[in-house]
């Protein structure tokens, strides 16, 4: 069974600047998270899909942080514009439903300079 | 939110010994997991443990939940260096929402 796919694996890029992650969950996983790692950190939750709805973005900076999920299977996360402090890993996981096992990606290393 | 709070931040075993981190929380779950973390990588899902299950057994891996004391705790039995990585507990509330602590880090010395 294939795992969760996540590119690119690392990004640098300017403040200001706007990033787009991509991240294609395992076949028939409902749910679909992002988190973001801040390094010595927990992962914090982003945002939450279940299908193609919101579940959760209650900790999504709306202001800067856009999101989707296509067609309930891929997803994109943005940023415009990129801060310093978005520097960070941005972790997608998925799983069969809200309550279960998640399955995370490798991640994306963005450094923002 | 992180709900979860792990403790110790960090811990150093040797090879053989047991590893015993706790994470504890604040608001009523429909169950609890446990992550591991190795350096630069995805976290790989370790167990899950219900809010009616007490105690849970993987392997060299033993949970335990009390829900009473909104904790739980990992041990890990017979440490390997292959077990150095970081430990998260996560939190699955009515919500479905999992968040996650700040870890425990371990480090097995050979």
């Known amino acids: 069974e294939a795992g969760v796919a996540q590119s690119p694996r690392y990004k640098i890029i300017e403040k200001r600047q706007s990033v787009a992650f991509w991240c294609n969950p395992i076949s028939g996983h409902a749910t679909l998270y992002w988190y973001q790692q801040i390094l010595g950190q927990g992962p914090k939750l982003l945002i939450q899909f279940q299908n193609n709805g919101v579940v959760d973005d209650s900790q999504l900076p709306k202001d800067r942080f856009s999101a989707e999920r296509l067609k309930g299977v891929d997803s994109t996360l943005k940023i415009q514009p990129a801060k310093l402090e978005d520097s960070a890993v941005y972790l997608c996981?998925?799983?069969?439903?809200?309550?279960?096992?998640?399955?995370f990606g490798q991640g994306t290393r963005l450094t923002v300079v | 939110s992180q709900q979860g709070e792990e403790d110790p931040q960090a811990l150093s075993i040797q090879e053989g010994e047991n590893a015993t981190m706790n994470c504890s929380y604040k608001t009523s779950i429909n169950n609890l997991q446990w992550y591991r973390q190795n350096s630069g990588r995805g976290l790989v899902h370790l167990i899950l443990i219900r809010s009616n299950e007490r105690e849970k057994h993987s392997g060299r891996l033993r949970v335990t939940l009390d829900t009473s004391k909104k904790s739980s705790s990992l041990l890990i039995t017979a440490s390997r260096a292959a077990d150095t990585a970081s430990y998260f507990c996560a939190t699955d509330h009515n919500d479905y929402k999992l968040s996650f602590g700040a870890g425990t880090t371990v480090t097995v010395r050979a």
């Open positions: 996981a998925s799983s069969p439903s809200g309550n279960t096992e998640a399955f």
